[in-house]
């Protein structure tokens, strides 16, 4: 496998991790997928040294780090009550559920926080499926946002729902017209104007 195989492959593991974990948590599985996670923590340390990697690829596995160790830092918690049970009243209010929802709430929006402000001025995806890979969309369209700014563009506007459905006829369109397998996406600040260039890759 290439090393963008590979990151895409640790993207899926992530994402099936995440929704194992919930279903432990939820009551619908008695194991821990802790095989799986110990496959996710294989590969984040093969790339840890990013040195070897492109400016792209390091982005994608920086954002991905960021938000395993987000999570992970919540699964601990969520196991911990788990464990341990409630031992007031009042800590039943909150339950494995209750940290599900806010704290994930406030985890994923400090994620998209973090990851704007660290997006550069050029900013690259590729997209195949948008389905399943709209947290790339949702990069690409916080890069647009960051980069309107950046350009002196007042109250930069746009729904990410419009956007992501503008990138996936795009992306179908493009895939039929050129026979491709995927399309990257490019947003680039030049001369204070923001572009955003689609083409088809294999």
């Given at each position: ?5 590979e ?42 040294d ?42 039943a ?21 973090k990851?704007?402000?660290d ?7 590729d997209?195949?499926?948008v389905d ?18 950046r ?18 006829f795009k992306t179908?369109?493009?895939r039929?017209?050129?026979?491709c ?5 490019r947003?680039?600040l ?10 088809a890759?294999?």
């Open positions: 496998m290439t090393v963008d195989e990151l895409e492959s640790l993207d899926d593991l992530l994402r099936r991790l995440k929704v194992e974990y919930d279903v432990f948590f939820g009551g619908g599985s008695r194991k821990q997928p802790t095989d799986l996670e110990w496959r996710v923590q294989a590969l984040m340390k093969k790339f840890s990013t040195q070897r990697l492109t400016f792209a690829q390091r982005f994608k596995y920086n954002a991905m780090a960021q938000r395993y160790a987000i999570f992970s830092e919540l699964w601990r918690q969520k196991l911990r009550i788990k464990e341990e049970g409630y031992r007031r009243p009042e800590d209010a909150l339950s494995i559920q209750g940290l599900r929802t806010e704290q994930e709430r406030a985890a994923a929006h400090a994620l998209r926080a990851t704007a402000a997006l550069p001025e050029t900013f690259v995806i997209c195949g499926d399943r890979e709209a947290e790339k969309v949702r990069l690409l369209f916080e890069a647009m946002m960051q980069a309107k700014k350009s002196g563009e007042a109250n930069p506007s746009g729904r990410f729902d419009g956007f992501l459905a503008f990138i996936k179908e369109q493009l039929q017209k050129f026979h397998e995927r399309v990257q996406y947003v680039e030049r001369d204070h104007r923001v572009h955003l260039a689609a083409r890759t294999q």
